[in-house]
């Protein structure tokens, strides 16, 4: 039987191997070296690194749909209770679900409004948001309005008592209406006011 030759690694591959490391070793080095002009970059800009899941940065008009969606269903699941808060008679685990999941989507609510999503645009008769730059001037009044109204939807989910959820359903209210009359540019279609039909027409036209 003749000796097999032996199966050693290749002389090759020691040098392989040491240049690989040396490639390593200088890429961290590199790496590292971007890394921190990138955070320096971005703590200048005040925008978080590249890493995934920055959505703020990277999918704005989704965040905008998300809210918007948010705040549709928000609103189908007053119905039942502004009704409730006019007078009618109302299943108390009707509004109390409601009342829950409007809760709910009121703490997050306030998530969805990263500054690049600030993108309202006073010319168009049907803006993408019509959230208003007011919210990025005062976030901390913007945040304490969403606290309110989600406070007062936890208050309409523990009512014991008819008065008490009636008057938690109407301070709920109270908290949407406030919040997009300070932060939330209304839909108002075109109309004619009494003002533009006692406007004297006359007037801007001299007579010659
Ligand atoms: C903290 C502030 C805040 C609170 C509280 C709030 N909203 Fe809103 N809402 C907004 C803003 C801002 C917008 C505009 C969002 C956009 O266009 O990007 C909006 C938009 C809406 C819209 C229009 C959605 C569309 O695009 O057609 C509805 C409907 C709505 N809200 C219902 C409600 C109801 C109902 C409540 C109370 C249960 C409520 N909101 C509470 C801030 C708020």
């Known amino acids: 039987m003749h000796a097999q030759p032996s199966t050693a690694a290749p002389a090759s591959r020691v040098p392989t191997l040491g240049a690989r490391s040396i490639g390593r070793t200088s890429r961290a080095a590199l790496t590292a070296v971007v890394l921190t002009l990138a955070s320096a970059a971005a703590g200048q800009e005040g925008l978080p690194g590249d890493a995934p899941g920055w959505t703020g940065l990277t999918e704005v008009d989704e965040i905008i749909e998300a809210r918007r969606v948010l705040m549709i269903r928000t609103?189908?699941?007053?119905?039942?209770?502004?009704?409730?808060a006019a007078g009618a008679e109302a299943e108390s685990e009707t509004l109390r679900a409601a009342a829950e999941s409007i809760e709910a989507m009121l703490l997050a609510l306030p998530h969805l409004f990263p500054p690049t999503t600030n993108r309202y645009d006073p010319d168009v008769l049907e803006p993408e948001t019509r959230a208003l730059p007011e919210i990025w001037r005062d976030f901390a009044a913007f945040r304490a309005m969403a606290t309110a109204a989600e406070e007062a939807a936890a208050a309409l989910a523990d009512a014991e008592d008819e008065p008490t959820g009636r008057a938690a359903a109407l301070r709920l209210r109270g908290t949407c209406d406030g919040c997009h009359s300070r932060f939330a540019k209304p839909y108002t279609p075109p109309k004619v006011t009494e003002e533009d039909l006692d406007f004297d027409f006359d007037s801007v036209f001299p007579d010659d």
Do not use: T
């Open 75 to 84: 609103e189908e699941l007053m119905l039942p209770i502004d009704a409730f």
